[in-house]
């Protein structure tokens, strides 16, 4: 696999398992910080949360192969397109409402990665 299909392979199992931790927490419910420490085998153990640990951790190892690759002042700022991704899965399986000022951003950040790429 070439080191940077691997980078964005790391990069979407990563920003797939943040979004999962948000439906497995709109499944568990709200807690606060002690209720998340108090009751942190039950969290984890909520079905999407689990499957967003195993996927975070994949990204975890293959990010250890991208960063002995490249730069990391080159490497972690492709991180950033995991928000775009993450707002992108938000809107169309959370329902959430994105507005123009958080469109305007992400386009930023696209810039930012498409500049970085070039350097």
């Known amino acids: 696999m ?3 299909l691997l980078l964005l392979v790391s990069v979407l199992l990563g920003s797939t398992g943040q979004f999962l931790f948000r439906m497995g927490m709109k499944q568990y419910g709200q807690v606060n910080a002690a209720g998340v420490f108090k009751n942190l085998f ?4 909520t079905p999407p949360i689990f499957i967003g640990f195993v996927l975070f951790g994949m ?3 293959l990010w250890l192969s991208v960063i002995s690759k490249y730069q990391l002042s ?3 700022p492709m991180v950033s397109m995991g928000y775009v991704l993450t707002l992108v899965l938000s809107r169309l399986f959370l329902n959430e409402q994105i507005n123009i000022i958080r469109i305007i951003g992400t386009v930023f950040i696209i810039f930012g990665v498409i500049l970085i790429t070039r350097s």
């Open 42 to 45: 039950s969290i984890v153990f």
């Open 59 to 61: 990204s975890s190892v």
């Open 74 to 76: 080159y490497a972690y």
């Open 2 to 4: 070439s080191s940077f």
